[in-house]
C-alpha cells in the first residue's frame, strides 16, 4: 500500500469564521481525497472534536469568541495526537509564532500557496504515517514478547495479576516463587512487556542446568583465553540484558562464587568478564525466580543472605494449579482452542469423562503439565471430543487415587520432590531423608526421567 | 447527456476549439458550445487582480438545468479562491461545474519563451482534470494519471492526458449512472 492510498483515512477540520475560506480549503482537501469538514467557530470545533477523531485541524486565529490560540490549547487538552496548523493573516505573525511554540506543527498566512499548502499536508500525512507504523512496530515487537498469555479467574491468579500490575512499570526487583511448570518464565516476559523497558532485550538464563564454571562464563561473559575453550571475547547474559530485563530462573542453584559476583553486579550495576580487567557497567532489571524454598536455603547458608534480600525486593507467588479451582477448565478449554486451531482437527472439546478426569488429577508438573497432557490427546483424537483415553497415561491413572498402589505413591512422591529440587539427587535425597544410593536405585526403578 | 464548454474572456478560438474536440474525443460525450457572457468584472477582486473561480461556478450552474450534463468555463484570466493564492482551475465534485483558466499555463509567465504547444496541452490536461472533478473523480495517486494533482505548471507536463484504470472505471461507471437517470426522467 502506497502512501497515497493511506491518505484516504486522513480527517482534516478547517475552522475559520469566513465562510469562503473554510469552504474552498474544505473543497480543496476533498478533491485531494480527504475527509474533510468544516467549522465556523470554536464552539462548533469543539463540538465536532467531541464527536469523532481528527488527524488535522486548520485553525483561523482570529476568530469571534474562543480564538484560534485558545481553541489551540482546548484541542490539545483533547487530543494531544492532532496536528494543529494555523492559519492567519500577515498582521498576526507574532501570535502565529505564539501558537508553534504551544505546539502547533505550522502555520500558513492567507491566502496560501497551493503548492506549499499540497507539500505540507503530505509531510504531515507521512509522519502521522511514520507514527503509526512506529506504534504498530511497537504493538508487534509487544505481542511476539507475550506469545501466551497467563488465563486464571482464581483468587490466588487474580492476586498475581494485582501484583504484577502494580510492579511492571517500577524498576524493581522481583521473585517468583512457584513450583516447577505454573509459568514463572512466563510472568517474568509479562512483566517486561508491561515495563518501559520492553523494546530492549529480555534475557533468559536458566541456572539449573549448569556447572559452576558454564554459569559464570554465561553470566559475566569471559575474555578470550579465559579458559579453556574460549576462543574468543563473549558477553555474558548481564551485558546482553543492558537496557532489558534479565530473567534468573532458578536461581537457588547459582553456585557460591556466582552468588558473590551476582551480588556484587546488582549493587553497582558494573562486573567483569571471567578473564577480564575491564569494569562493564549495565543498566538492567533483575527478575529471578526458584521452585525451592529459598529462605530454608539461606538459613541452611547455602544461599547469600545479602543476595537474598536483593533479589526477594518484591515477591510474586504463583499458586499451584491444584490451588486455581476452576482456572483448570478454564485453562484447559484455552490450551484446546489454540491446539485445535493450530493443528487444525474437527475436534470441539472435551467429554464430560475427561473434564472430570481432569478436574480429578493433582497437576503436579502444574500448567506446563496440563498444556503437555492437552497436546497429546489433540494429537491422538479422532474427534469430535478429547476423551479419557485420548489423555496421557500418568494423568489418568492419577485419577483414581484411591486405588493407587503403595509404589504408585511412592513413584509419585519420588518425582514431585525430584523435580522441586531440579533434579538435584544430593538436595532430594536430603528432603526424603534417604542415602543418594538408595535415591538412584529407585529412580531406575521405577524408570523416573527429567 | 452533454458537456457545455463556455468561453470566459478566451481570445483564442482555435484553441477553444481545439479543448472542445479533446473533450468530446475523451470522454465521448457531445460537446455544446455556448455563447454567453458572464459579468466577469463583478468577481474580480481588485487587489489581488484575479477572479474568483467560486463565484463563476456558481454562475455557470445557472447556465445548465439539465441533471446529467456538466458545463465547463474557459478563460485566460487569473482565478482564486479566497484562501489559496492562484487556482488553475476549480470543480464541483460530484457536480455540474467546472471552469479552467490557462493564466498561469503559459510559459511566458515564469519569463520562459512562449510554448503555444505545451499551452495547448496543459490546457486539455487540466480541463479534463476539472471535468472529471465532476464525475466525482479525486486526485489520484498515479503521476501518469491525468486525476494527478498539479500545483505548479510544469508538474501538469509530467502527467499524461489519459485517466488511468481506476479513474476510467469510475469516469465510465459514472457516465452510465447519468444516463440511466435521463432516460428515466
Known amino acids: 500500500m502506497n502512501l497515497k492510498e493511506k491518505d484516504k483515512s486522513v480527517s482534516i477540520l478547517v475552522v475559520d469564521d469566513e465562510f469562503s475560506v473554510r469552504d474552498s480549503l474544505t473543497k480543496w482537501f476533498k478533491s485531494d481525497g480527504y475527509l474533510a469538514e468544516s467549522a465556523a467557530d470554536a464552539n462548533e470545533a469543539l ?46 505573525i507574532d501570535t502565529a509564532v505564539k501558537s508553534l511554540k504551544e505546539g502547533a506543527y505550522d502555520y ?44 486464571g479467574e482464581s483468587p490466588g491468579i487474580l492476586k498475581v495479576f494485582e501484583l504484577m500490575k502494580a510492579v511492571a512499570p517500577a524498576d524493581t526487583s522481583v521473585f517468583i516463587r512457584g513450583e516447577s511448570g505454573t509459568g514463572k518464565e512466563l510472568l517474568a516476559r509479562t512483566i517486561h512487556a508491561k515495563s518501559s523497558r520492553r523494546f530492549f532485550p529480555f534475557i533468559n538464563l536458566n541456572c539449573g542446568g549448569l556447572s559452576e564454571d558454564l554459569l559464570e562464563s554465561e553470566l559475566f561473559g569471559h575474555e578470550k583465553g579465559a579458559m579453556a575453550g574460549a576462543l574468543y571475547r563473549r558477553k555474558g547474559k548481564l551485558e546482553m540484558a543492558d537496557g532489558g530485563t534479565l530473567f534468573l530462573n532458578e536461581v537457588a542453584n547459582l553456585s557460591p562464587k556466582a552468588q558473590t559476583v551476582l551480588n556484587t553486579a546488582i549493587e553497582t550495576k558494573q562486573f567483569n568478564r571471567v578473564g577480564g580487567q575491564e569494569v562493564i557497567k549495565v543498566d538492567f532489571r533483575l527478575i529471578s525466580a526458584t521452585s525451592q524454598n529459598l529462605d530454608l536455603l539461606v538459613k541452611e547458608g547455602v544461599f547469600r543472605e545479602d543476595l537474598y534480600y536483593q533479589l526477594n525486593v518484591f515477591t510474586i507467588s504463583i499458586p499451584s494449579l491444584r490451588e486455581r479451582g476452576k482456572d483448570l477448565i478454564l485453562l484447559a478449554n484455552y490450551f484446546l482452542n489454540n491446539l485445535v486451531k493450530a493443528m487444525n482437527k474437527p475436534i470441539e472439546g472435551f467429554s464430560p469423562e475427561a473434564l472430570t478426569f481432569l478436574e480429578k488429577y493433582d497437576w503436579p508438573g502444574n500448567v506446563r503439565e496440563l498444556k503437555n497432557a492437552i497436546e497429546r490427546a489433540v ?72 | 447527456m452533454r458537456i457545455y464548454v463556455l468561453p470566459l474572456n478566451f481570445p483564442d478560438k482555435n484553441l477553444f476549439n481545439t479543448l472542445c474536440n479533446t473533450l468530446e474525443d475523451t470522454f465521448k460525450i457531445s ?77 511566458e509567465l515564469y519569463g520562459l519563451p512562449k510554448s503555444p504547444e505545451k499551452l495547448k496541452e496543459r490546457l486539455e490536461k487540466e480541463a479534463i482534470h476539472e471535468l472529471g472533478h465532476t464525475f466525482s473523480l479525486i486526485h489520484c495517486p498515479n503521476p501518469r494519471c491525468v486525476m494527478y494533482t498539479s500545483t505548479y505548471a510544469e508538474e501538469i507536463d509530467f502527467k499524461s492526458k489519459d485517466f488511468c484504470n481506476s479513474c476510467s472505471a469510475i469516469l465510465e461507471k459514472k457516465k452510465e449512472e447519468s444516463l440511466q437517470k435521463e432516460n428515466l426522467a
Not at chain 1, 496560501?112 to 500525512?125: A, F, R, T
Not at chain 2, 489581488?48 to 441533471?67: D, G, P
Request: net charge negative.
Open chain 2, 31 to 107: 460537446v455544446v458550445i455556448l455563447n454567453h457572457p458572464l459579468p466577469l468584472e463583478k468577481v474580480k477582486d481588485p487587489i489581488r487582480n484575479q477572479y474568483n473561480s467560486t463565484w463563476i461556478l456558481s454562475q455557470l450552474l445557472k447556465e445548465v438545468t439539465e441533471e446529467s450534463c456538466k458545463i465547463l468555463g474557459v478563460t485566460n484570466l487569473d482565478l482564486f479562491v479566497p484562501v489559496l493564492t492562484y487556482v488553475f482551475g476549480e470543480a464541483q465534485l460530484e457536480g455540474k461545474a467546472a471552469v479552467v483558466s490557462s493564466f498561469r499555463l503559459r510559459d
Open chain 1, 47 to 92: 463540538k465536532k472534536l467531541q464527536e469523532k477523531h481528527w488527524d488535522i485541524a486548520f485553525l483561523d486565529i482570529k476568530m469571534p469568541g474562543i480564538d484560534g490560540m485558545e481553541l489551540q490549547q482546548r484541542i490539545k487538552g483533547i487530543d494531544p495526537n492532532i496536528v494543529i496548523i494555523i492559519l492567519t493573516g500577515y498582521a498576526s
Open chain 1, 108 to 151: 500558513v498566512t492567507k491566502p496560501v500557496d497551493p503548492d506549499y499548502l499540497s507539500h505540507l499536508i503530505e509531510k504531515v500525512v507521512q509522519q502521522r504515517l511514520v507514527l503509526s507504523e512506529n506504534i504498530q512496530l511497537k504493538e508487534t515487537i509487544q505481542e511476539l514478547y507475550i506469545t501466551d498469555q497467563i488465563i
Open chain 1, 379 to 450: 494429537v491422538v483424537s479422532q474427534g469430535p471430543f478429547i476423551t479419557i483415553s485420548d489423555l496421557p497415561i500418568p494423568a489418568v491413572s492419577k485419577t483414581s487415587i484411591k486405588a493407587l498402589s503403595l509404589e504408585a505413591v511412592e513413584k509419585n512422591h519420588l518425582l514431585q520432590v525430584l523435580e522441586q529440587m531440579g533434579w538435584d539427587l544430593d538436595k532430594s535425597a536430603e528432603v526424603l531423608k534417604i542415602d543418594r544410593a538408595i535415591l538412584e536405585s529407585k529412580i531406575e526403578k521405577y524408570g523416573l526421567r527429567k
